[in-house]
T-cell receptor, first 114, second 113 residues
Framework: AQSVTQLDSQVPVFEEAPVELRCNYS??????LFWYVQYPNQGLQLLLK??????LVKGINGFEAEFNKSQTSFHLRKPSVHISDTAEYFC????????????FGGGTRVLVKP | KAGVTQTPRYLIKTRGQQVTLSCSPI?????VSWYQQTPGQGLQFLFE???????NKGNFPGRFSGRQFSNSRSEMNVSTLELGDSALYLC????????????FGPGTRLTVT
């Protein structure tokens, strides 16, 4: 079975400061990894995904993530956050045999302060 | 291209009643998945439909069911509602059965009183 752990439930950060959201997964098979963002009263929006190839993945809105197979991690980073990045961020895992089933972490709430 | 739409957006029901939620996927998408989001359990996979067939199912009781129509629209039904069914129900669509790119709708907020 697959599982995802997001180590921080809340991350306060000042505007223009960098942020890193941590994600660790467990799976016995090859995985696909995703980060989604959820703004208040909205659905989920895909930020970026790792399917294969380069371990550094760039996504929308200036976010990037690095896949580390040995540490089973997929941490999300942004070098300079904006007030508009205030949202909840979810790490998710899937695999070839899972079809469209995503297993999500518990989420990290990012609060950007002016 | 229009996004995933879910109706209704908000719903209040009483314990013991049943409810039907609807999801219209992006045009051309053939796979629809459903998720339940609650503060306590987070985001949990309910089921996936592709070509009118349920392809995958999460760990939910039989009170939760769904179906998909020939135009790929999907409905989920919850019978004999319990207080714990209060949640945001999210629908996601994708072109096929790979999870490479799923698009989520805004969700239906169900409150059970």
């Amino acid at each position: 079975a697959q599982s995802v752990t997001q180590l921080d439930s809340q991350v306060p950060v000042f505007e223009e400061a960098p942020v890193e959201l941590r994600c660790n997964y467990s799976s016995s098979v090859s995985v696909y990894l995703f980060w989604y963002v959820q703004y208040p009263n909205q659905g989920l929006q895909l930020l970026l995904k790792y399917l294969s190839g380069s371990t550094l993945v760039k996504g929308i809105n200036g976010f990037e993530a690095e896949f580390n197979k040995s540490q089973t991690s997929f941490h999300l980073r942004k070098p300079s956050v904006h007030i508009s990045d205030t949202a909840e961020y979810f790490c998710a895992v899937s695999g070839k045999a899972a079809g469209n089933k995503l297993t999500f972490g518990g989420g990290t709430r990012v609060l950007v302060k002016p | 291209k229009a996004g995933v739409t879910q109706t209704p957006r908000y719903l209040i029901k009483t314990r013991g009643q049943q409810v039907t939620l609807s999801c219209s996927p992006i045009s051309g998408h053939r796979s629809v998945s459903w998720y339940q989001q609650t503060p306590g359990q987070g985001l949990q996979f309910l089921f996936e439909y592709f070509s009118e067939t349920q392809r995958n199912k999460g760990n939910f009781p039989g009170r939760f069911s769904g179906r998909q129509f020939s135009n790929s629209r999907s409905e989920m039904n919850v019978s004999t509602l319990e207080l714990g069914d209060s949640a945001l129900y999210l629908c996601a669509s994708s072109w096929d059965r790979t999870a490479y790119e799923q698009y989520f709708g805004p969700g239906t907020r169900l409150t059970v009183t």
